[in-house]
């Protein structure tokens, strides 16, 4: 059964709004989780990150919330930039175990 | 830029035939990965490496074997191609397994392979 969840396959958002994707998952135990953004035809490549100690890793435009009781965690883009339509992925990482994907939610900001 | 490649970058190739996808990097990292993603399932973890003949399946490894007998070098095989193995292959590595912003996965930029 999937441990990581994406339920949203598709984002629409304007140029200069917030963007916020989200991620549902189901394990109690765990290190961090981790975004990767993904362009075509490109390998994807590692955003931002949050530990489990954690309910709040920013980095410039990209904040990543945590909400451990609910077991969910959010990605926020602010502002929203036509560079940031791509495929964003949220991963699990707990111990020894290598990284756990959702399915990915294809963001597009409208010019 | 990771110095990670992928070879070939595209494939075509029939059912039953056998097919090597290769991955090299010049990091000098002790894990390797290889992942395929497809429509609607994301990416899933096929095999992955923590050292020099050291491998371990992960979740769809049925179908694939890997092979590692240089640091540098990772080799996905699949024995005998089947027209669900169509789809595309990353590559990743990554210096430690600890996870979390100071180790993360660096990726390749694919192998599309197409089983006809």
């Known amino acids: 059964d999937q441990q990581v969840k994406q339920n949203s396959p598709s984002l629409s958002v304007q140029e200069g709004r917030i963007s916020i994707l989200n991620c549902d998952y189901t394990?109690?135990?765990?290190?961090?989780f981790l975004w990767y953004k993904k362009y075509p035809a490109e390998g994807p490549t590692f955003l931002i990150s949050?530990?489990?100690?954690?309910d709040k890793n920013e980095d410039g435009r990209f904040t990543v919330f945590l909400n451990k009781s609910a077991k969910h965690l959010s990605l926020h883009i602010v502002p929203s930039q036509p560079g940031d339509s791509a495929v964003y992925f949220c991963a699990e990482k707990w111990g020894n175990t290598p990284l756990v994907f959702g399915k990915g939610t294809r963001l597009s900001v409208i010019a | 830029d990771a110095g990670i490649t992928q070879s070939p970058r595209h494939k075509v190739t029939e059912t039953g035939t056998p097919v090597t996808l290769r991955c090299h990097q010049t990091e000098n990292h002790r894990y390797m990965y290889w992942y395929r993603q497809d429509p609607g399932h994301g990416l899933r973890l096929i095999h992955y490496s923590y050292g020099v003949k050291d491998t371990d399946k992960g979740e769809v490894s049925d179908g694939y074997s890997v092979s590692r007998s240089k640091t540098e070098d990772f080799l996905l095989t699949l024995e005998s191609a089947t027209s669900s193995q169509t789809s595309v292959y990353f590559c990743a590595i990554s210096e430690s397994n600890l996870g979390g912003g100071n180790s993360p996965l660096h990726f390749g930029n694919g192998t599309r392979l197409t089983v006809t």
């Open positions: 394990n109690s135990m765990f290190d961090y």
């Open positions: 949050i530990s489990s100690i954690k």
